[in-house]
């Protein structure tokens, strides 16, 4: 379903393990909202919901809920670290258009 570089895979490790309560993975949401109408949020997640889909991608949890799945189908993440700054880059190939700071898109 997704993708996650080996940087992006670091970088999801290094945040769990310095997490100070446990973490059952890595939540993917796509929610409403940013400058081009959908925005990815991630998150550690302490538990997952009944309804959710358990990827499991480089020894990595990942939690993605029914909403999500489909517009994130195919999906490639990575952590960039530059001067401009660090964070997640998303590669979605459902995205029509997407907002310049790459994290909105519409489907």
């Not at 992006?8 to 949401?29: C, M, N, Y």
């Not at 991608?57 to 999906?75: H, K, N, R």
Request: glycine fraction near 10%; proline fraction near 5%.
């Amino acid at each position: 379903m997704i993708t996650l570089t080996p940087n992006a895979s670091k970088a999801v490790s290094r945040f769990i393990s310095t997490a100070a309560d446990p973490v059952a993975g890595l939540r993917i949401v796509v929610s409403g909202g940013g400058c081009a109408g959908l925005q990815y949020n991630m998150k550690l997640e302490a538990e997952k919901q009944d309804d959710d889909i358990a990827l499991e991608i480089d020894g990595l949890t990942v939690l993605v809920d029914p909403y999500t799945a489909p517009l994130i189908e195919g999906t490639t993440i990575d952590f960039v670290d530059s001067l401009s700054g660090s964070g997640f880059k998303f590669s979605n190939p459902k995205a029509a258009k997407s907002c310049e700071c790459g994290q909105s898109f519409t489907a």
